[in-house]
T-cell receptor, first 114, second 111 residues
């Protein structure tokens, strides 16, 4: 149990376009979903925390107008990278919890902006 | 000071060796602690939770020292398949969950 999926698993887009990444909890309802970004050889950095039906809470330094998060249901959160640039190329991972301590991670989405 | 600090390594040890990782955290309000394992280009996977009483799972032993704000992971009889990055994770649980990741310690097991 506690499976989280992400789609797409990898995406290549041109600079200036927008990309949407989906995160779904497949067999549980996620109280909270989290979005992380990981650059090569670096640790995961929390970007934002989202709760169903409310606005996401962004970490310091993360532009909320650039990284749009929508948490429409207890099983789906989306991250849209707007007007993507090459420096946005990264590994984006979502996670979800059921109100407890453990985080369940999605497999990640590798974004390459050309 | 980082909220969660780990020695980045890399640790390069022979198969069968015992290896220990350490992690310190700065926020004394931290509620729960974990070790995650991350393979290259994959998502982190929970290895084990860490309790003050210490816990063991096969070749892996985790320990928490709240007074020193210190977490450890010991791997005995290391296998080639143990090669990965090990992430120390702290949950600053209050009204909601907030996970802080350490930068990870890279482990490479050689034959």
């Amino acid at each position: 149990g506690a499976v989280v999926s992400q789609h797409p698993s990898w995406v290549i887009c041109k600079s200036g376009t927008s990309v949407k990444i989906e995160c779904r909890s497949l067999d549980f309802q996620a109280t909270t979903m989290f979005w992380y970004r990981q650059f090569p050889k670096q640790s995961l950095m929390l970007m934002a925390t989202s709760n169903e039906g409310s606005k996401a809470t962004y970490e310091q330094g993360v532009e909320k107008d650039k990284f749009l998060i929508n948490h429409a249901s207890l099983t789906l959160s989306t991250l849209t990278v707007t007007s993507a640039h090459p420096e946005d190329s990264s590994f984006y991972i979502c996670s979800a919890d059921q109100g407890g301590y453990e985080q369940y991670f999605g497999p990640g989405t590798r974004l390459t902006v050309t | 000071r980082k909220e969660v600090e780990q020695d980045p390594g890399p640790f390069n040890v022979p198969e069968g060796a015992t290896v220990a990782f350490n992690c310190t955290y700065s926020n004394s309000a931290s509620q729960s602690f974990f070790w995650y394992r991350q393979d290259c280009r994959k998502e982190p996977k929970l290895l084990m939770s860490v309790y003050s009483s210490g816990n063991e799972d096969g070749r892996f032993t985790a320990q928490l020292n709240r007074a020193s704000q210190y977490i450890s992971l010991l791997i005995r009889d290391s296998k080639l398949s143990d090669s990965a990055t090990y992430l120390c994770v702290v949950n600053l649980w209050s009204s909601a969950s907030k996970i802080i990741f350490g930068s990870g310690t890279r482990l490479s097991i050689r034959p």
